[in-house]
């Protein structure tokens, strides 16, 4: 495994590197939090996913930077300001094109991934984008006020690849995610389930799970990241296997 930081538009970024025919996954983390990153890798180092590049960018403001529009917090003193449109255009403007074009060997096949509201964003700038192949949203803010909206509409309208059904989803929740008693986070466990549900019979999605995990919002983040990164990654070595064959 290599691994190396850069500052890639006054943003740092992680680069984690196994071999170099793999699929790219680019995963938002709050700034600071470059050991979970770590973590996370050393965990799908031991499974067998063939080759990655991972690239885990970091945000100085986490509700900012990850909030697809503007609403009010869920706490005190808390806003969301609706950044994630200037992160998605820092990601195709200026990390993207230099991750790709210095790491990577090949045209790459590119994903998104998040923990909680970074989840979200993971989840809002494939539909937003049409840059990504694939998505692992992890405990995403998927209770944001009209996220399934959005959803609907845009599986319906947008220029999607997961038209064709190739592209991969991955959504996991914590099974006491939903029974917090916050009411507007407690709705995740149902939005959730919509997610699933619209890009399963909207998109004809052949790619998709939710897996449901043990605790709450915050048990064991690593290996949850660790585990929709690897769904990811066996998914895209199986879909090259079957190309393969044909």
């Known amino acids: 495994m290599e691994y190396c930081q850069e500052i890639i538009s006054g943003k740092r970024c992680?680069?984690?590197?196994?071999?170099?025919?793999?699929?790219?996954?680019?995963?938002?983390?709050?700034?600071?939090?470059?050991s979970m990153a770590e973590k996370t890798v050393r965990m799908l180092a031991d499974a067998?996913?063939?080759?990655?590049l991972l690239a885990v960018y970091e945000s100085k403001d986490w509700n900012r930077d990850f909030s697809p529009w503007p609403q009010a917090g869920v706490r005190e003193g808390e806003h969301f300001e609706g950044g994630a449109p200037d992160m998605l255009a820092w990601l195709l403007e200026a990390c993207i094109p230099y991750v790709e074009g210095r790491f990577s060997q090949k045209p790459a096949v590119r994903m998104a991934a998040g923990y909680s509201l970074a989840g979200l964003f993971a989840l809002w700038a494939y539909l937003e984008s049409g840059q990504f192949a694939g998505v692992a949203s992890i405990s995403g803010s998927l209770w944001y006020p009209g996220w399934t909206e959005l959803l609907r509409e845009k599986v319906k309208t947008a220029n999607l690849s997961c038209r064709d059904g190739e592209d991969c989803i991955y959504l996991s929740l914590g099974r006491k995610e939903e029974k917090t008693r916050n009411p507007r986070m407690a709705a995740v466990g149902d939005a959730t389930r919509a997610?699933?549900?619209?890009?399963?019979?909207?998109?004809?999605?052949?790619?998709?799970?939710?897996?449901?995990?043990?605790?709450?919002?915050?048990t064991e983040p690593e290996r949850r990241m660790a585990r929709g990164l690897d769904w990811l990654l066996k998914t895209q070595v199986k879909k090259e296997e079957v190309q393969n064959d044909h």
């Open 195 to 218: 997610t699933e549900r619209i890009f399963r019979e909207q998109a004809s999605l052949k790619q998709l799970i939710l897996e449901w995990n043990p605790g709450g919002h915050f």
């Open 14 to 34: 992680h680069i984690f590197a196994r071999g170099e025919q793999g699929p790219v996954i680019y995963w938002g983390i709050a700034a600071g939090s470059g």
């Open 48 to 52: 067998d996913g063939g080759d990655f």
